[in-house]
């Protein structure tokens, strides 16, 4: 690879970012580098003694079951929050909380919160006027998106197949924009795999608190399932997305009791508290980056590009240290 095309590589890479996050694209891309690390990681399990015709098939049906499967997972889950049984649910048990934190609260704090719950309806119903594109392309919402998302499954799966074809030698070119893409994978594999293992540990102490702590002192919170399924969902993304599940589940609980939002709190407080060295534990030792890093990192990158661009942040950051890695340059 020459200077030339290393600098040139780095550039449409940049350029690629920026228009993927412009474009909201980034749900496919997501989709994408899914298919293409876990077909990697099948694929290089299976046997390579045999004909190459018979491994090229096995190849393709790895990545056939992994795009299958991974698009099954991902339209069940939003079946499930789209149903009777989550959004609308979510939406009647929150004007409940409301309505009766407006009969508890000082006056001029209750003053605050919406009168009715068609109040609410409407309140919320402008918030997702007002970011409804933002929220269609992180949430997967709308024929367009879906395409795209089927669209990045199946590149991801071609990309992943490309991956184990000889390829004896490559132009300057396209062997510095391989490079990025084997350094974007990596990134990708460390930060998502990291953060599912925080997120089940949350959602495990979450799980643990609302079915059985709660229980055994005679307290049933409503929406368990959907609370604990949220809580998994939200946090994949790190630091912010257990504070936002957690702010949930508080205010759930103010409906029950003052006491059992009090308790919520301290519960809570402890699992976020234990986030942090879990965070700074796995993700921090995969991508060398702090909690703060990474927090800074979506902070900036939600102002540029909203939430896209926070969903983002994580894997963007640690692409970024890698480069900078391989270039010692940190």
Same mark, same amino acid.
């Given at each position: ?13 940049? +350029?690629?970012?920026? $228009?993927? /996050?412009?474009?909201? &694209? *980034?749900?496919? !891309?997501?989709? @994408? ?106 949430? +997967?919402?709308?024929? $367009?998106? /879906?395409?795209?998302? &089927? *669209?990045?499954? !199946?590149?991801? @799966? ?173």
């Amino acid at each position: 690879m020459t200077q030339k095309s290393i600098i040139t590589s780095y550039i449409l890479a940049l +350029m690629a970012l920026l $228009l993927v /996050l412009h474009f909201h &694209l *980034l749900p496919a !891309v997501i989709a @994408g580098l899914a298919v293409h690390v876990l077909t990697g990681k099948v694929a290089r399990k299976l046997p390579t003694d045999g004909s190459t015709l018979a491994h090229e098939v096995a190849l393709g049906l790895v990545a056939l079951i992994v795009a299958m499967g991974l698009f099954g997972v991902g339209f069940g889950l939003w079946s499930f929050l789209h149903s009777h049984h989550g959004v609308t649910e979510l939406l009647s048990v929150v004007a409940e909380t409301v309505d009766h934190l407006k009969r508890t609260l000082p006056t001029n704090l209750a003053q605050l919160l919406p009168d009715t719950v068609d109040e609410l309806q409407a309140r919320l119903a402008d918030l997702v006027r007002e970011h409804g594109r933002h929220l269609s392309a992180v949430g +997967m919402e709308g024929v $367009l998106t /879906l395409a795209h998302v &089927l *669209l990045g499954m !199946v590149v991801g @799966g071609m990309t992943a197949l490309h991956s184990f074809a000889a390829t004896p030698s490559w132009p300057p070119l396209a062997a510095a924009l391989s490079s990025r893409l084997s350094n974007l994978t990596d990134s990708f594999e460390k930060v998502v795999f990291a953060q599912v293992k925080i997120s089940l540990l949350n959602s495990l102490l979450t799980a643990l608190y609302l079915v059985v702590i709660l229980p055994l002192c005679g307290i049933h919170l409503p929406m368990v399932t959907l609370l604990i399924i949220f809580t998994f969902l939200s946090g994949m993304l790190p630091v912010v997305g257990n504070l936002v599940s957690n702010a949930v589940i508080v205010v759930i609980s103010l409906g029950i009791s003052p006491g059992v939002g009090g308790a919520s709190t301290i519960f809570l407080v402890v699992i976020h508290k234990l986030e942090y060295f879990t965070n700074a534990r796995i993700v921090g030792g995969e991508v060398h980056a702090r909690a703060w890093e990474l927090l800074c990192a979506m902070l900036l990158m939600e102002a540029m590009f909203g939430i896209g661009g926070m969903v983002a942040a994580p894997i963007a950051y640690a692409w970024l240290k890698t480069e900078l890695k391989m270039l010692e340059l940190v």
